[in-house]
């Protein structure tokens, strides 16, 4: 085996090209191929090795790492895969090099999404075992309870799973913040959803250290100290 050599997924990671699993799923749809060849999970790529997604050839890039905080509004989807969803999140930024969402924020919601061209950060960021803090706001169609605070932060039991504890603070009869340091699926519509609660508003006002400071629709780079801060685990 060629000492160089490295799995695909990490590869395109490398190349700024999408996160390692966003490759894997261009491998399950067979988007993915090396020399020619359509490959399998877990192939690895060798020194000279061409590699091609959707017959376009990928190479490995020095082009400058971007960071950005992004401010999603309601309606775009969180996907680099254009001939799915017309109104994606790499059209709507349209930054004029290739740059990915780190992580999801459904389409309902609005709020800070980060986007990048580091493929290794965002396999660093989305483990759950380093426990990022992601703040958000909600509101619900119903008046909130000093029972469904305490609920929501002992943990619901939603998608064969107990949610992780986590911070709830009451903001007002129908609104409410709180501090999330995992991300099931739609975790917080559907923690609503067990205590027969419905979301009417979802906004992410924080990741980390970083904060949702930019209008609607615009960006901004994070600075030095937010990308450094990414690279720990702690919150």
Known sequence: ???????????????????????????????????????????????????????????????????????????VVCTTNSKVEKNNIVDFVDYPTRIFPIGRLDKMSEGLILMTNDGEIVNHILRARHFHDKEYLVTVNKTITDDFIEKMRKGVPILDTMSRRCEVEKLGDRSFKIVLTQGLNRQIRRMCEALDYRVRTLKRTRIKNITLDVEKGNYRNLTEEEIKDLYTNKS
């Open 1 to 75: 085996m060629n000492k160089e050599s490295i799995r695909i997924n990490k590869y395109l990671s490398q190349a700024g090209f999408c996160s390692r699993r966003e490759a894997d799923k261009l491998m399950e749809q067979g988007r993915v191929t090396i020399n020619g060849e359509y490959i399998e999970m877990g192939t690895k790529v060798n020194s000279g090795d061409k590699v091609y997604v959707d017959g376009k050839l990928v190479e490995k890039e020095t082009e400058e790492k971007v960071y950005l905080a992004v401010y999603k509004p309601k309606g």
